[in-house]
């Protein structure tokens, strides 16, 4: 039976509006849960709950199927019953400045701690230097010096002592001390003592030679008393201090007791302060700096008493959920800052800045993906953290060796992190491709699907689902019309009339642009026209490219026919996508035929304009051929197809059947109705085969007919398996109710033959032929005749080698 147009009916699938309760979406309930996602969020649901090592979870899916907001609120509902994870700081390592360690408290301690050790250096800033000034640390303090100085000056007494006797004075010079001769109570000038006997002066001499001695085991003597005074005032000054601060740190031990470490930190920094006493006195009492360092070494000083927090601020109950939208190495694992002092580049555990990991640790982290892998080193500190379990504040400027400066080597602070990462399904099957760490890390997979069964419960969803989207956006409400239309070009948007896209973004996008339109046309609810309006207007802005196209073809500089009969050339149809739009155009195709060996050349190919699935359909369009018309003789033809105008690449196989079916007019010399377009694969055995972009391709090749003028004679041949994928335009489907346009489904290359050409195709009889002037016997025949050529083109050359017939078939054809 010949192959009829389809109806109205079959072209758009409208949504019914009867089965509707309800006049407009502000009289529904928001969706319970996620419409169409059960695989997701079962594996959702299981990636969460499990806690074992490696199950990790990647959500893969398209853009617009709510997965971030489907994450996050699974995430956010999980962590909200879950218990707050401990606050982790890092404090100064007194013994090891360059590797800061790193203490664990309670929820909501941290700041208290960073706030005590405030308190307590502000305080002692204040006891200390009024401690130093206090009657008892001067008595003590003036003991010890009178001490030195009697024990200096008894020693010096003896010296004396011995020298009186001998005539000696013992004298302080600006040199140091020194002997010389007496005569009475006074020194003797050196002009007498000359004057003296000879033996008298040697007697002197010798004298002073023998108490020099005695001298400098006094002078040598000295600085053991002076390092003895020292040490007994620092032990007073320890002593001292101890006594300020014991108090003090005593109260904080007891606010903390039970957390060990942060009572071994208090020991430290109370052993610490009564060493570095000096950074609590005032400036002008401690030692002296260089000029215009004394304010920033005393501030240096103090920042050790400091506690650096690991987390931002305070946050809510339970564990956290973060979302990190630069994950650059060193927002991951943290940083480690560095200012510039007297030109030489400086840090210290308080500038040691968290990455996203430690406001994570102990809930979890959403990442992207595909941001994630663009970011240098960041994927592999992701992976680092994860198996050793532990956090690494990394430099990564240190890391490369690429700087040489002071930096930091803090303690790791252990890692209880569930990472989300969430990229498409590409790069999800690269990972598990290409990264041998990938599996072993991310074993949860949640996959979103992008399209789902259109069924009563998904409308009915998908009103609640419209309904959540306009209320969270603060947009009208849809009335039933307005839902429908919506359903509908969900539909189209998953090319198929039998299923809806659950690409919520998109759809929200084209919920605010209807709310926009229904408010200029003074709407209290989005219709139908509102929608459609939307629809329309989002077109327009993106068919620049496509009108174009159009006008090419309109004025003639693109070669299309649209009525009347070629042989050789027919109208195949593709899909341009630019962007987010996509929309279909006709290319001529034509073929030429002559004697040869079989071979069917595929111009695109072999200019490297076509793709290898282009290249593929036309190898299995040969096949088809060969075996249909020549399978007990040689294919005896040499055959070229060209996409005429064609300038840009070609690739795909849907347009394989109208290559078939040009060969085919060729080698019958049968003309081909102009007005009709094709699309559709072919396989071995001559079925047409689905394609995609069938309704772009079918409104492309209408459009130019509708320029031109409908005749009812044009139509578009499309896959039967494709019939279910259509959701047509308004304008197609009504000119098809007019009998203007026809759209043709069709199952084999003989239904598609005999509507192009009018003519039956012929079915294979007993004797191996087809029924007479049928398309296939046209066919036979002519490629029967090329065989018989090439037969006796062979045989007047009998000394021509096997391996150049194909030079002198072509060399004959030529002539």
């Known amino acids: 039976m010949p192959v009829k147009g389809l109806k109205p009916a079959a072209l758009y699938r409208r949504c019914p509006t009867s089965s509707f309760g309800f006049r407009s979406t502000a009289e529904l309930e928001d969706l319970d849960g996620v419409l169409g996602q059960d695989r997701a969020v079962e594996a959702l649901t299981f990636g969460i709950g499990i806690r074992r090592d490696g199950y990790n979870l990647f959500v893969l899916g398209p853009p617009g199927t709510g997965r971030h907001s489907v994450v996050r609120d699974y995430l956010r509902r999980r962590a909200a019953a879950e218990p707050t994870p401990d606050e982790w700081v890092y404090v100064n390592n007194f013994e090891q400045p360059h590797r800061p360690r790193a203490l664990s408290l309670p929820p909501g301690r941290a700041a208290g701690l960073k706030r005590d050790m405030e308190r307590l250096v502000e305080d002692l800033r204040a006891a200390v230097p009024a401690l130093f000034e206090s009657d008892e640390f001067r008595t003590r303090l003036q003991a010890i010096e009178e001490e030195f100085k009697e024990l200096q000056e008894a020693a010096f007494k003896t010296v004396q002592a011995d020298a009186n006797k001998r005539g000696l004075a013992l004298v302080r010079t600006p040199m140091g001390f020194a002997l010389a001769p007496m005569r009475g109570n006074e020194v003797m000038p050196p002009d007498e003592f000359n004057k003296l006997p000879e033996a008298v002066r040697k007697q002197i001499e010798r004298d002073i030679e023998e108490l020099q001695v005695e001298l400098q085991a006094v002078v040598r003597r000295i600085p053991d008393w002076e390092r003895d005074r020292r040490a007994k005032i620092r032990d007073l000054t320890r002593e001292m201090t101890r006594l300020a601060v014991a108090g003090q740190i005593a109260e904080l031990k007891r606010t903390y007791d039970g957390f060990d470490q942060v009572i071994a930190y208090f020991d430290a920094v109370e052993h610490d302060i009564a060493e570095s006493v000096d950074a609590f006195m005032p400036q002008e009492q401690q030692p002296q700096a260089a000029p215009g360092q004394g304010p920033a070494r005393a501030a240096a000083a103090l920042r050790r008493y400091q506690v650096a927090l690991m987390l931002d601020g305070a946050r809510p ?34 500038m040691i800045k968290p990455g996203a990991l430690h406001r994570a ?46 930096s930091l080597d803090p303690e790791p602070i252990p890692l209880d992190v569930k990472v989300v990462l969430i990229g498409d399904r590409r790069l999800y099957y690269m990972l598990c491709a290409a990264d041998p760490d990938f599996p072993g890390l991310f074993k949860v997979m949640v996959d979103f699907e992008e399209n789902i069964d259109l069924t009563p419960e998904t409308v009915r969803g998908y009103a609640r689902l419209l309904a959540g989207v306009a209320r969270r956006a603060e947009l009208r409400p849809l ?19 039998e299923k809806v896209s659950v690409q919520v973004g998109h759809l929200a996008d084209l919920l605010r642009e209807a709310d926009y339109f229904a408010g200029t046309a003074g709407h209290r609810l989005i219709g139908r026209a509102d929608v459609q309006q939307a629809l329309d207007a989002a077109v327009y802005r993106a068919n620049r490219a496509a009108e174009q196209t159009r006008e090419a073809i309109a004025r003639e500089t693109v070669l299309i026919d649209t009525d009347g009969a070629r042989v050789a050339q027919i109208n195949g149809l593709a899909v341009y996508g630019l962007g987010n739009f996509a929309f279909g155009r006709p290319s001529r195709i034509t073929a030429r035929v002559r004697m040869g060996a079989g071979e069917v050349v595929d111009i695109e190919r072999r200019v490297e304009l076509g793709g290898p699935l282009h290249a593929k359909g036309v190898l299995i369009l040969s096949a088809f051929l060969g075996a249909r018309f020549a399978a007990d003789h040689p294919l005896s033809l040499s055959a070229s197809l060209v996409f005429e105008q064609s300038y840009g690449g070609v690739d795909g196989d849907s347009a394989s059947s109208a290559e078939c079916y040009v060969l085919m007019s060729a080698l019958s010399d049968l003309p081909i109705r102009q007005g009709l377009a094709v699309t559709g694969s072919v396989n071995q055995h001559g079925e047409v085969q689905a394609i995609g972009g069938v309704n ?113 078939d072509t060399k004959a054809a030529a002539r």
Request: net charge neutral; hydrophobic share 40%.
């Open 317 to 350: 109950a339970g564990a956290p959920v973060i979302s990190e939208e630069l994950p650059t190495q060193p927002n991951l694992v943290g940083r480690v800052e560095h200012q510039a002092e007297m030109g030489a580049l400086l840090t210290d555990f308080t």
């Open 361 to 406: 640790n102990g809930g979890y982290l959403v990442l992207d993906a595909l941001r994630l892998l663009q970011q240098p080193y960041a994927w592999e500190s992701l992976k680092r953290a994860l198996r050793g379990r532990h956090v690494n504040v990394e430099s990564l400027g240190q890391m490369l060796s690429m700087i040489s400066t002071v």
């Open 479 to 497: 009335d039933r019309g307005g839902v429908a239309r919506v359903v509908e070009h969900a539909g189209r948007m998953a090319g198929d009339a």
């Open 696 to 808: 772009e391709k079918i409104e492309g090749f209408f459009d130019i007919c509708a320029d031109r003028g409908l005749t009812g004679r044009q139509g578009v041949l499309i896959p039967a398996a494709n019939v279910k994928h259509l959701m047509l335009r308004g304008d197609v489907v009504d000119a098809v109710r007019r009998g203007m346009f026809n759209v043709y489904p069709v199952t084999s290359i003989d239904d598609g033959i005999e509507l192009l050409t009018g003519r039956r195709a012929g079915a294979l009889r007993k004797d191996g032929t087809y029924p007479p002037d049928s398309v296939n016997r046209l066919v036979q025949d002519r490629l029967l005749e090329l065989a018989e050529k090439r037969r006796r083109f062979g045989a007047r050359r009998p000394d021509a080698a096997d391996g150049d017939a194909d030079t002198g």
